[in-house]
């Protein structure tokens, strides 16, 4: 017997938008508004409902994927037409109700989630427009069958393929899939490309990765807080906290077994840590291997068209650039004001969530139904310009980064008179002239970006406030500060950061923030950058790395510090800041972030930072409009 949900709407959510060319009340043709964030007079919401059924197919090696499906449906009987078809693949449970109760124990009441489409606005918009939504646990999660063989195994992938052929091929459908979702949903889209599924006709991945070593082990560091937490969580799910079972299986017998599969899941914890080097390759976890960058040719050959999502203060955002410089096929970029999960601006969420439902709307209606809406005639990239928490404007470009003025400032000698840090030092334009001049100090391994950073959010964190005021953290690092700005400077890219250094150990970690001070002294975070020092070897990157720094961090690369100053090049994630006029703009360098990654040394350095003549350390920042600082 099956079990059949079917969820119902208002009928004012479906007051219809008429098909192009149909007339509007009054006998006038509908307007027909096609731009980022627009969308009116293309389709029509032509269903007042859904129906969710769930089922079980079987892979290639006999191992059986949990799938549910969504179709539309006017009252409770489904739509009989084939129509397009967007799926997830997903590490989570396909269907997110218990995950809500687990992660939001106190919300009251918890809602009745039974699918994928009741819990996002986005995908309600599609089932109404006229798409089946689907949605797939991989193997080893949730009620599927089989081990889970690693991040983006062959296995993953291959099933993936399969499952895109099934979808095609069934009655409800007309052939043509796309794919949705965010994060490991995300980069589950890349991977499925690199299959080149004929039936694959687009993808919206949002906030996913491009290389799984850089996320991990970015410089060289060790996100160990972030992987400690992914691992419990994703462990907990697949053993512990049950998935809804499928509609065959109404006792839960089949849920039960599958679960049992899963004690043997790959070990997240123990195969992450054991990868310290970017050459790790272990039958399992190969970093030049698995993930997107390990298949970034196959994908790239697809050229499927792909729209990438991402955010300012979300953990992949530096790979989103990265995939649209390297990317064939058609494509779009989108980059808002938000982290990865949560947010504690309710206008900030509503905004992502309604551009969100439009971009993925419009371009599944170009790709996989074939309305001409124009969203390949305009500029291919749109991102927000941050002014204040809370404040941003949307621009567009055709590049990336857009054009902007490559402006040095060298870290000085102080006082800025703008914190208690340990050296309070200046910015300056000016090149540096002294003969030796450096900044000391012994390394606070209590330095913190905090628990509401942007790699705590990745794993769930909603906090209050993302990233507190930050003037605790630097009175315990080294500053460099610029005097009040004259007027607004408008920063947008990608600013790089040499360190001249020495240390008292043979390694050090260096932690680079950029921050905005307001005039009553209060630092807010804007963006960060991180390398340790043994990891400081440079390379050609095996993508377009738009130019800057990459260290390979193969083991032979790693070289321990030398007596004489060593130099470290190393990139901030981008941002699209206004600096405010009377505002200052901070360079902090910390050499721990206790609560975000792991120490290089339980006994901590005394670190030098140059700043002389002939070792200048300063910072490269990418000035999109306004007046440099002391200009």
């Known amino acids: 017997m099956k079990r059949v949900t079917a969820i119902f709407v208002p009928a004012l959510l479906v007051a219809c938008t008429p098909e192009p060319g149909a007339e509007a009340a009054g006998g006038e043709a509908p307007a027909l508004v096609s731009e980022f964030g627009r969308y009116e007079g293309y389709s029509e919401p032509r269903y007042d409902g859904w129906i969710t059924t769930s089922r079980y197919v079987e892979m290639r090696d006999g191992v059986r994927l949990a799938v549910e499906t969504t179709r539309p449906a006017l009252g409770t009987v489904p739509e009989s037409e084939p129509l397009p078809v967007v ?101 589950t889209q890349y991977m499925a490309a690199s299959g080149k599924p004929p039936a694959l006709k687009a993808i919206f991945p949002d906030v996913a990765a491009l290389d799984m070593y850089d996320l991990m082990y970015p410089g060289g560091v060790y996100r160990d807080d972030l992987i400690q937490h992914w691992g419990g969580l994703t462990r907990e799910f697949d053993t512990t906290i049950p998935a809804p079972a499928v509609d065959e299986d109404v006792e839960g017998v089949l849920l039960r077994e599958a679960m049992e599969e899963h004690e043997d899941n790959w070990d997240v914890l123990d195969q992450y840590g054991a990868g310290r080097y970017r050459d790790h390759a272990a039958p399992e976890l190969a970093w030049e291997r698995h993930g997107p960058s390990g298949v970034l040719e196959d994908v790239l050959e697809a050229r499927i068209p792909a729209y990438h999502w991402n955010g300012w203060y979300d953990i992949f955002v530096t790979d989103a650039v990265l995939w649209f410089e390297n990317y064939r096929g058609p494509q779009k970029l989108g980059i808002g004001a938000w982290p990865h999960a949560g947010m504690p601006d309710p206008d900030l969420m509503a905004e992502r969530i309604h551009l969100y439902a439009i971009e993925q709307h419009r371009w599944f209606d170009y790709w996989l139904k074939g ?32 054009e902007t003025t490559s402006r040095r400032l060298f870290l000085a000698p102080g006082a800025s008179g703008s914190v208690a840090s340990v050296n309070d030092g200046g910015l300056s334009p000016d090149a540096p002239s002294a003969e030796a001049a450096f900044d000391e100090y012994r390394v606070d391994l209590t330095t913190t970006t905090g628990t509401s950073s942007r790699w705590d959010n990745a794993v769930g964190a909603a906090p ?46 260096f932690f680079v923030l950029l921050e905005e001070v307001d005039a009553a002294g209060s630092s807010r975070y804007v963006t960060e950058g991180v390398l340790r020092a043994s990891h400081r070897a440079l390379a050609e990157a095996p ?89």
Request: glycine share 8%.
């Open 87 to 187: 799926w997830t693949h997903s590490r989570y449970h396909r269907n997110p109700s218990r995950i809500i109760s687990v992660l939001t124990p106190d919300l009251d009441p918890i809602p009745d989630i039974r699918s994928m489409v009741d819990a996002n606005e986005d995908l309600q918009r599609l089932v109404l427009h006229g798409y089946v939504v689907a949605a797939a646990g991989v193997r080893g999660s949730g009620a599927s069958f089989g081990r889970y063989e690693g991040l983006f195994s062959e296995a993953e992938t291959a099933d993936a393929v399969e499952l895109i052929e099934w979808l095609a091929s069934q009655p409800w459908s007309d052939g043509n899939v796309g794919m949705y979702g965010g994060s490991y949903l995300g980069i």
């Open 543 to 631: 993508w377009d790395n738009l130019g800057l720094p990459f260290q390979r961090s193969y083991a032979s690369d790693v070289q321990p510090l030398p007596d004489a100053p060593a130099e470290l090049k190393l990139d901030l994630h981008p941002t699209s800041t206004v600096f405010n006029a009377g505002h200052r703009l901070r360079l902090t360098v910390m050499g721990a972030d206790r609560d975000n990654a792991e120490e290089v040394s339980e006994d901590p350095p005394t670190v030098r930072v140059y700043r002389s003549a002939a070792h200048p350390s300063s910072v490269e920042l990418p000035i999109a409009e306004g007046a440099a600082p002391g200009s």
């Open 464 to 509: 209050e406030m993302l990233y507190p005021d930050l003037r605790e953290t630097d009175a315990k690092s080294l500053t460099y500060t610029t005097p009040p700005l004259e007027s607004d400077l408008t920063i947008t890219g990608h600013p790089v950061v040499t360190l001249w250094v020495t240390s008292s150990q043979r390694d050090a970690d």
């Open 371 to 402: 309305i001409d809406n124009g969203v390949l005639d305009e500029a291919p990239i749109h991102y927000a310009v941050m002014n204040d928490p809370g404040d941003w404007r949307w621009t567009s470009t055709d590049a990336w980064p857009p």
